[in-house]
């Protein structure tokens, strides 16, 4: 059995974003804890050796190959273990294929954008000693509420954004979006397809595997 390597920590939206792939996959791994308290992600040897932006998480695959961004990590790992998964769907099927990079595409520039900085602002910023930036964290609320319009207008047509099948590109919004459904559920919850779409994907095994982890 496979068992891959993964520096970061837990409850990081990023790492479980890697972790929920490996749940999809059936990969083992084995999470080793960065400390952030003691800024060990900025530290010379991890950025030297590991993450040159010091960055969160980096896989260490069996074989040696080292990987940073989590996407990335992501698609890496459907590739070597996971080609028949339909978490990326096969090139030879190039409408499919062109679907799943757009909705990947979509999460990347239209999502990440704005439920990134909302989630720092809304839950994270108390973390890390600091008051939230209100007018941030509203500017980005309704910045997302106007994204996810589209999402409900491609989701009144299709189960999953890449067509009928659960793919990376919906993963990928599954741990920035937990945050954000906590501290308001309205931004998924007023739209009918969205709010469909988000309690399916969030009640994948992978995911709640991934919350519990360690």
């Not at 040159?52 to 069996?62: K, Q, R, S, T, Y």
């Not at 890496?76 to 998964?85: I, M, P, Q, R, T």
């Not at 910045?143 to 409900?152: I, R, T, V």
């Amino acid at each position: 059995m496979v068992t891959v390597t993964i520096h970061g920590v837990a409850m990081s939206t990023c790492t479980q974003r890697v972790v929920t792939t490996c749940n999809e996959l059936g990969i083992n791994f084995k999470i080793v804890a960065i400390d952030f308290a003691a800024g060990e992600h900025k530290s010379p040897e991890y950025i030297e050796t590991k993450q040159p932006f010091g960055a969160i998480p980096v896989l260490v695959d069996e074989d040696g190959t080292q990987l940073f961004e989590s996407r990335a990590i992501a698609r890496y790992l459907v590739a070597k273990y996971g080609k028949d998964s339909g978490l990326v769907p096969n090139q030879s099927d190039l409408k499919a294929y062109g679907l799943f990079e757009q909705a990947a595409s979509v999460e990347y520039s239209n999502f990440d954008p704005n439920a990134g900085p909302l989630t720092v602002e809304r839950v994270f910023a108390k973390m890390f000693g600091r008051e939230p930036d209100e007018k941030l964290a509203e500017k980005y609320t309704a910045n997302l509420n106007a994204k996810l319009e589209g999402y409900e207008r491609i989701l009144s047509k299709q189960k999953y954004l890449a067509g009928d099948n659960f793919t990376l590109a919906d993963l990928f919004h599954i741990p920035y979006g937990h945050h954000i459904n906590n501290v308001d559920p309205t931004i998924f919850g007023s739209k009918p397809n969205v709010k469909r779409w988000w309690n399916d994907i969030t009640s994948r095994r992978s995911w709640q595997a991934a919350l519990a982890q360690k």
